[in-house]
């Protein structure tokens, strides 16, 4: 009798590819007949035990209200048996907190959502897992890749995406004769429309001005900076932020001021929907607020103005949350499929839809109708076309310090010139900490480890040719009994 074991048998039952053909022949029927259970018992235990290796749970630490996260892990979870997803929610206000003090505990969730502007510290911290190899496939298909990647590899999935546009007050630009069907489209049309509106005596201002409150000024003032030719940092990482181009923005920064109000973001917000501000840079997240709270609200939504018709270009921050696996991941290849499925336009609409706060990162959305519904929605898509996402930098919130004080010291009466100087003396402090971070060959200590990368590509191939070879010797075994 003979029993054939060909590699399409292992190929359908194991998933393993490329094995040799075994053929054992028996003349002794008793042989083959105590040959033949063992066998099936042999593969069902091995299938019981692989079973047992791909049950695994993930721990995702994320910011959104549980109810768009957990219907997402249901669907996933029914699609991969054995397979759980523990879902944690973390707050805007101490969640980087949170996340730095598990990295230096050792206690870092195997998914993670991260701010776009966080990546660079995490990226080059050597706390995230390389996973070009799982997503080279899907690049063409996401915004944002930039905070995801470090010296050329991917470290993230881009999940969401967001900017910023202005909006202004039809009913305001029409009782000062300015056409609200015209908004403006450069900076001396912004100058003169604030001018025009601004009247405090009666509690209605101009321009909305962010003051005094964190991560949020430099996205409101850079554009004007990006859209007039400046940047922050060259590609050789020198600070070039004192530039004409910078000076330039900061002089009509200044100008603008005298008819603005200075606010935090939520006040500006406040005194838009109540017909008290003209004009104002600020997100998507007003569309679900202000039909709720203010339906009578006449307001319209357009790019930021360019320098002026022949300078320039519109421009706007660019940033969102990219989602990453920490190096802890128990199950890497199975934490990549659950984040390309929770970044597929179906599963990050529903999102955009209820809160507004930003888009899919997924470019396939912005085909659904609710982006044609509204038509000041797709104001937001074209800005996405030209807005800027700050540099990707190891120790950009110190960065990003550095420019909110400039700004600051500008809009509260501060000499342009020293307020760049000791932007440049800042800067040198910073520099000289990346340089602190730096091993003694000059590579970044963050440098991306290709180990870890292959290994998690390859893991599960591993433990079936582990498993494979526990089965080989039990054949073999029984072949000598």
Not at 102 to 110: E, L, Q
Not at 347 to 358: C, F, G, M, R
Not at 444 to 457: C, G, H, I, N
Request: charged fraction near 20%; charge should be negative; proline fraction near 6%.
């Amino acid at each position: 009798m003979d029993i054939e074991i060909k590699r399409d048998f292992f190929e359908k039952e194991f998933g393993i590819p490329n094995l040799w053909l075994f053929s054992f022949s028996f003349s002794d029927t008793k042989k083959a007949m105590l040959i033949r259970p063992n066998l099936l018992a042999l593969i069902f235990l091995f299938s019981f035990l692989t079973f047992q290796v791909e049950s695994v749970e993930l721990v995702f630490w994320n910011f959104w209200d549980p109810k768009f996260i957990l219907p997402v892990i249901a669907k996933f979870e029914e699609t991969h048996p054995g397979v759980s997803i523990k879902n944690e929610q973390l707050t805007w206000g101490n969640g980087l907190d949170k996340i730095v003090v598990a990295i230096a505990n050792g206690r870092t969730p195997d998914i993670c959502e991260l701010g776009s502007t966080w990546t660079g510290k995490f990226m080059s911290g050597e706390s995230l897992i390389d996973i070009t190899g799982f997503v080279q496939d899907i690049f063409p298909e996401y915004l944002l890749w930039e905070p995801a990647t470090w010296n050329h590899r991917i470290y993230g999935v881009p999940w969401l995406v967001g900017t910023r546009v202005l909006f202004f007050n039809r009913s305001l630009f029409k009782n000062v004769d300015l056409d609200p069907e015209k908004p403006p489209t450069t900076w001396d049309e912004l100058l003169n429309a604030a001018k025009k509106i601004h009247r405090p005596e009666m509690g209605v201002y101009g321009f909305g001005v962010n003051a005094g409150e964190g991560h949020i000024l430099y996205k409101k003032f850079l554009p004007f900076v990006w859209g007039n030719g400046g940047s922050i940092l060259d590609a050789s990482d020198n600070f070039v932020f004192d530039s004409l181009a910078t000076r330039e923005a900061l002089a009509f920064y200044q100008k603008l001021m005298q008819f603005g109000l200075k606010e935090k973001q939520d006040i500006l917000d406040d005194a838009f929907k109540r017909g008290k501000l003209g004009l104002e840079i600020s997100g998507s997240w007003n569309f679900a607020k202000f039909p709720k709270e203010s339906p009578d609200l006449d307001f319209g939504v357009t790019l930021i103005p360019k320098p002026a018709p022949d300078k320039g270009h519109s421009s706007s921050f660019l940033g969102g949350e990219i989602l990453v696996l920490f190096k802890n991941c128990k199950a890497p290849s199975v934490a990549v499929d659950f984040i390309k499925f929770l970044t597929r336009a179906e599963n990050s609409l529903p999102i955009t839809k209820e809160a507004l706060v930003s888009f899919p990162a997924n470019r396939k959305a912005f085909s659904d109708p609710f982006f044609s519904a509204d038509p000041r929605l797709a104001v937001f898509v074209k800005q996405m076309e030209t807005a800027v996402h700050p540099p990707i930098h190891p120790l950009w919130i110190e960065l990003e310090n550095i420019i909110n004080d400039t700004v600051e010291k500008i809009l509260y009466g501060g000499d342009i010139d020293s307020a760049l100087k000791n932007a440049a003396v800042a800067y040198e402090k910073v520099k000289v900490q990346r340089v602190a971070r730096l091993e003694p060959s000059g590579n970044l200590a963050s440098k991306p480890s290709d180990s870890s990368s292959k290994f998690s590509e390859s893991e599960s191939w591993i433990l079936h040719f582990i498993a494979f070879g526990t089965l080989i010797n039990a054949l073999i075994l029984l072949l000598i009994y």
